[in-house]
C-alpha cells in the first residue's frame, strides 16, 4: 500500500525565493525529508543523491583534489576507509565496492569506458533495478536522454561515439549500429519513447539558440516529462520525487544564471498550484496564518 503524504505536499508552495536565493536549499530539503518520510521511501529518495557519491568516489581514487560533495548519501571518512579496506568496510550500495575493486585492480566491467562512464553505467543499471515503476521510468529517459544527447554531439563533431554511450538498451543499440547519415539516426514510430525522442533531437537541432539555451530546454523538456508522470498522483511519494528533481534543476541554474534559476522556481511554485486538482479540504494555503 502507498504512502501518501498530504500535509508535505499540500506545503511545499510555501517556500518563498529570498534575496535572490531559495528560501533553503535541496541538502536541507533532503534532511527535512529524511524526518517525515518514511524509511523505505526515503531509501527512493536517496537514490537520487547516488550521483553526488559517484563523483565523490571517482574524484578520491583519482586523487583529482576536487571539492567532496555534501549531496552524498555516504560521508568523505567512509568512502575513505572503503577504498583503503574495501573487504572490510563495503559500502552500503553495491555497485561502489564493484567500482572501487575495478579500479583498484585495474579491470573494468566494459573495457570501452572511461572510468566516469564505468561508474555511471553501474550506477544506471542499479537504479534499472528498483522496484518503483516511477523512479525506474525516470532513471530509464535520464539514461536515453543523456545517450541522444552525446550521440548527437559525436557525430555532429565528428567523434566516435562507442565509447561514449552507456548502458545496453534497445536505444543505444540503435545508434550504434545505425548507418542513417541524418541527424535523427533513424528513429521511427517502433520506439515507444519517439515522442521524447523527437523532442530532445529537435532542442539539439535547433540553431537558434546558444548552448546554455540547448540546457535550459532540455531541463524544460525533462520537467515535462515529470509533469506529465505526476498527473492525477495528488499526495503520492511521486511527487515528492519530482519535487526533488525539479528543486535540483533549480537549485543549479540559480548558481549558474540567477535569472533562469529564479523562473525555473516560480515555474516549480506554479505547477504544484495548478497541476493537481486538491481535495476541496486541502488548500495550497496549508499552514498559513
Known amino acids: 500500500m502507498q504512502n501518501n503524504y498530504y500535509c508535505l505536499i499540500a506545503g511545499l508552495p510555501e517556500i518563498i525565493i529570498e534575496q535572490n536565493k531559495l528560501s533553503f536549499s535541496l541538502s536541507d530539503f533532503k534532511l527535512e525529508l529524511k524526518k517525515i518520510l518514511y524509511k523505505n521511501d526515503f531509501k527512493l529518495i ?32 567512509d568512502i575513505e576507509v572503503a577504498i583503503e579496506n574495501p573487504e572490510e568496510n563495503p559500502l552500503a550500495v553495491s555497485y561502489f565496492n564493484t567500482f572501487i575493486s575495478n579500479y583498484k585492480n585495474e579491470t573494468k566491467s566494459n573495457a570501452n569506458l572511461s572510468w566516469e562512464n564505468q561508474i555511471t553505467e553501474l550506477y544506471y543499471n542499479h537504479l534499472l533495478k528498483i522496484k518503483n515503476s516511477f523512479l525506474k521510468d525516470w532513471c530509464k529517459f535520464e539514461l536515453n536522454t543523456t545517450n541522444i544527447i552525446t550521440a548527437f554531439n559525436c557525430k555532429k563533431f565528428g567523434l566516435p561515439l562507442e565509447n561514449e554511450l552507456i548502458g545496453d538498451n534497445k536505444i543505444t543499440e540503435h545508434i550504434k549500429q545505425s548507418k542513417s547519415k541524418t541527424k535523427d539516426f533513424g528513429f521511427d514510430d517502433t520506439f515507444e519513447d519517439i515522442s521524447y525522442i523527437q523532442d530532445i533531437l529537435r532542442i539539439l537541432d535547433n540553431n537558434n539558440q546558444n548552448l546554455s539555451e540547448r540546457k535550459k530546454n532540455i531541463d524544460l523538456l525533462k520537467w515535462k516529462y515529470l509533469n506529465e508522470k505526476t498527473t492525477f498522483k495528488y499526495f503520492s511519494m511521486e511527487v515528492i520525487i519530482s519535487y526533488v528533481i525539479k528543486l535540483g534543476i533549480t537549485e543549479k541554474w540559480i548558481n549558474l544564471d540567477q535569472k533562469s534559476g529564479e523562473e525555473m522556481f516560480n515555474k516549480l511554485i506554479n505547477d504544484l498550484e495548478t497541476s493537481f486538482e486538491f481535495p476541496e479540504e486541502f488548500s495550497l494555503n496549508y499552514g498559513k496564518k
Open 46 to 77: 536517496e537514490f537520487l543523491f547516488l550521483i553526488y557519491d559517484n563523483n565523490n568516489v571517482l574524484n578520491l581514487l583519482l586523487k583529482n583534489d576536487k571539492p567532496f560533495e555534501q549531496l552524498g548519501n555516504f560521508s568523505k571518512k
